[in-house]
C-alpha cells in the first residue's frame, strides 16, 4: 500500500514539473545604455551632409581604400560657374550655369585631396590639388601667415595663382607712404589664396622669409581660364574666367573685377568651346588657355586670344573703349536709305549693327583662320588711316567708309585701301 502512494506522489511531481516546463518564460527588460558626458550631456550622433558622404565613398572607391581612414578637414561653400564645378574636363561638354556646391578638403595619411559637389552630392568631381612637396616654402609659409592673420585653418587657403616676379624694390609692389623702400630688384612669387569666400593676395621673396599681404578679402573668382601677360611699355598680366578677372601691372597689386555686362562671359565662353587647352607666345602676349575641347587652334588664332584678353585689359587699365579694334565699317545712303556699321575686332569678333532708327545689333560672329590672318597681315604692316568711296549719283548717293587701327609704319596704296574697304563689305554680308 504505501509502495502505491509512494508511486502516485512521483506521478504527480513529474506533472508539475512538465507543466510549469510549458509555462512562458517572464519577459525580459531590455534597455539601450547611453554614455554619460559631463555636465549631464548625453552623446549625439554627427549625420554628414550628402555630398560629403557621396565625395567621400568616390575618393575610397579611386583609392582603393577604406572610406573610414579618410578624414574631413576643409569644407567650403562655392557657387561653381558650370555644371563641371569649375573641373576642366578634356571632351566633356559643361553647361554654363551657376552650381551651388561645395569645395571639400580630405586627408589621406598626409596627403590633401580637393573634391566639389553640387548640394546634393549628386554631381562629385575630383579637383587637382598642388601636393605639398611640390609648392615654394613660399606657399606654406604664406598659408601660415594667412592662417594667423584672419584666423582661418591653414589647409582652407586653396592656392588659385603663382607667378614668379622680380619685385621692383624692397616693397615687392606694395608701397606704403609710411614705409621706405630699398632700391633693389627682389626676385619672388605673386601668390593668390582663397577661402570661405574670399580672394587673398600675397607677395613674398623667393623663400618666404618677406611676406607682404597686397589685397584682402577681394571677391573670390576660382581658377583662372585664361592667363595673358604682354604690354608693349611694362608688363601687365590678367587671369581671366567667366566670372571676372584680376589684373594689372605685373610688379603691381591685382585689383579684382568681375564682368557686370555678359559680353566678355558669352565671348571667353565661345574662346573656351572653341579649342583644346593651350600655351603661346604670341605677338599680342604670352597666353595660357584651359580649352574645353580637342580642336587645335592655330597660330592666328592663338594670337586672336591673345589680342581678345589684350583689348580687355586694356579697357580697364587705359580706359579705352575702343581698345581692339582692327577696323570699323560704314555704308551709308543709296534709294533704300541705308545706314549700316560693322566692327571687326582683333580677336576676330565682328558685330554688325543699322544706323538707321532703332534697329540695333544686326548680329554678331567670328571671323575664320583665313579672315584673320588677311587681317593680321594689313594690321601689323600699315599705319592708321581712314578711306571713303561714293558712287557717282548725284542723289540718294552710296558712301562706304573704312576705319583702319593700323600699328605699322608702311602707308597703304590706293588699292591696299580699296582691298579693305571690300573686305569690310564682304564681311558684312555674311552676317547669320
Not at 504505501?2 to 502516485?8: A, F, N
Not at 512562458?24 to 554628414?48: D, F, N, R
Amino acid at each position: 500500500m504505501k509502495r502505491s502512494i509512494l508511486m502516485v506522489f512521483i506521478l504527480l511531481l513529474s506533472l508539475l514539473a512538465a507543466c510549469t516546463a510549458a509555462l512562458p518564460a517572464e519577459p525580459m527588460e531590455h534597455k539601450t545604455l547611453i554614455p554619460k558626458l559631463p555636465g549631464g550631456l548625453t552623446q549625439t550622433v554627427s549625420v554628414e551632409q550628402p555630398a560629403v558622404i557621396a565625395a567621400r565613398n568616390a575618393l575610397a572607391v579611386n583609392r582603393g581604400i577604406d572610406a573610414a581612414t579618410i578624414q574631413l578637414i576643409g569644407m567650403d561653400p562655392v557657387d561653381w560657374t558650370n555644371s563641371c564645378l569649375d573641373v576642366q574636363v578634356t571632351g566633356q561638354a559643361c553647361e554654363q550655369v551657376m552650381t551651388p556646391g561645395y569645395r571639400l578638403i580630405f586627408d589621406i595619411s598626409g596627403e590633401q585631396v580637393e573634391y566639389r559637389t553640387n548640394l546634393a552630392g549628386d554631381v562629385v568631381m575630383e579637383a587637382k590639388l598642388e601636393s605639398q612637396g611640390s609648392l615654394p616654402n613660399a606657399v606654406l609659409l604664406t598659408r601660415v601667415q594667412a592662417s594667423e592673420t584672419w584666423l582661418i585653418p591653414a589647409e582652407q587657403f586653396q592656392l588659385i595663382h603663382l607667378d614668379e616676379v622680380e619685385w621692383s624694390n624692397g616693397c615687392l609692389g606694395v608701397e606704403k607712404p609710411e614705409v621706405g623702400c630699398t632700391d633693389i630688384i627682389v626676385p619672388g612669387y605673386r601668390i593668390i589664396l582663397e577661402a570661405q569666400g574670399y580672394r587673398y593676395e600675397y607677395h613674398t621673396d623667393l623663400l618666404g622669409e618677406v611676406i607682404v599681404e597686397a589685397a584682402a578679402q577681394q571677391p573670390t573668382l576660382g581658377d583662372p581660364q585664361l592667363v595673358w601677360q604682354g604690354g608693349e611699355e611694362a608688363c601687365r598680366i590678367a587671369h581671366i574666367n567667366e566670372r571676372g578677372m584680376d589684373y594689372g601691372s605685373c610688379e603691381g597689386i591685382l585689383p579684382v573685377v568681375l564682368f557686370t555686362e555678359p559680353q566678355r562671359s558669352v565671348e571667353l565662353l565661345n574662346l573656351l568651346n572653341s579649342y583644346t587647352t593651350f600655351t603661346a607666345q604670341t605677338s599680342a602676349g604670352l597666353v595660357e588657355f584651359m580649352g574645353k575641347v580637342q580642336e587645335l587652334a592655330s597660330p592666328v588664332e592663338q594670337r586672336a586670344v591673345a589680342e581678345w584678353a589684350a583689348a580687355i585689359v586694356s579697357s580697364y587699365m587705359d580706359f579705352d573703349q575702343e581698345a581692339g579694334i582692327g577696323f570699323q565699317w560704314k555704308r551709308k545712303g543709296g534709294i533704300a536709305g541705308l545706314c549700316d556699321e560693322l566692327v571687326v575686332f582683333a580677336s576676330g569678333f565682328a558685330e554688325a549693327s543699322s544706323c538707321k532708327g532703332n534697329d540695333g545689333s544686326l548680329g554678331k560672329f567670328r571671323l575664320t583662320s583665313g579672315q584673320l590672318e588677311i587681317m593680321y597681315g594689313w594690321l601689323d604692316h600699315f599705319e592708321p588711316f581712314t578711306y571713303e568711296e561714293s558712287d557717282q549719283a548725284v542723289a540718294d548717293a552710296m558712301t562706304r567708309l573704312v576705319k583702319f587701327n593700323g600699328r605699322g609704319v608702311a602707308e597703304a596704296t590706293q588699292a591696299d585701301r580699296a582691298a579693305i574697304l571690300l573686305m569690310a563689305d564682304d564681311l558684312f554680308s555674311q552676317i547669320p
